[in-house]
């Protein structure tokens, strides 16, 4: 889920979106990867476009072999004036 967007100072009309995964069931440990990219934290930061879109695939494993993955569209990407 889009938990909130913040203006990306380095780049023109850049965007940094916080996402968070929301889960239930397995055993921990428990494992996030954005487009088979482990996320060290949940919420974790996605570099994108103000007024732009997100597509991407999230997969989340669990210690107990569990895993399920799920693309998702987010858009448009609001910015904060």
Do not use: W
Request: net charge neutral; proline share 9%.
């Amino acid at each position: 889920m889009l938990i909130g967007v913040e203006r990306d100072p380095t780049r023109d009309g850049g965007a940094i979106a916080s996402l968070q995964v929301v889960y239930s069931g397995g055993r921990a440990p428990y494992r996030i990867y954005h487009d088979d990219t482990e996320q060290p934290e949940n919420p974790f930061k996605v570099l994108t476009l103000c007024d732009g879109t997100i597509v991407h695939t999230i997969r989340l494993t669990s210690g107990d072999g569990q895993s399920v993955t799920k693309k998702y569209y987010l858009s448009p990407i609001k910015c904060p004036p």
